[in-house]
């Protein structure tokens, strides 16, 4: 355990299931409902819940002790931070907490882009009706 776990969505089944960075950073899982294989792109998008890029577990040999290092950023927000220490399973659990705080804060973001957004199409497709409606009433009007 200690090893950092995503949950994947199966393009194929829509299948969701729990897989560790360690394999999806192989490029590819196989969904365990459908035996689809999934293209994994860590360096994309995985979707919005997954916009956290982890760049490689980096090992730092010191004279007398090892530290270990990753890298993480998240392009959407502008973020980017290097965890490092002595032992790795806590780099790991930091740089987990870390994605999905980020990614946490990404999902409400686009989330609140998404309403404006169709809050703005509904007013346009009212506007639109509007005058439809209007010309309507005018042809009915001048026949
Ligand atoms: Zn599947």
Request: include cysteine.
């Amino acid at each position: 355990m200690g090893s950092i776990a995503f949950t994947v969505a199966c393009p194929g089944c829509g299948h969701e299931f729990r897989e560790a960075l360690e394999k999806l950073q192989n490029g590819a899982v196989v969904c365990p409902s459908c035996r689809e294989e999934i293209e994994v792109h860590l360096r994309d998008e995985l979707g919005r819940d997954m916009t956290t890029r982890f760049g490689p577990v980096r090992t730092i040999q010191g004279a007398r002790s090892v530290r270990y290092s990753i890298e993480l950023s998240h392009p959407q927000l502008h973020k980017h931070r290097l965890i490092q220490g002595p032992d790795l399973e806590t780099i790991k659990a930091k740089a987990a907490h870390q994605a999905a705080e980020w990614d946490e804060v990404w999902e409400k973001r686009s989330n609140i882009l998404q309403k404006l957004r169709t809050d703005e199409e509904k007013r346009q497709e009212a506007a639109q009706r509007t005058q439809e409606a209007q010309a309507a009433l005018q042809s009915v009007g001048r026949s």
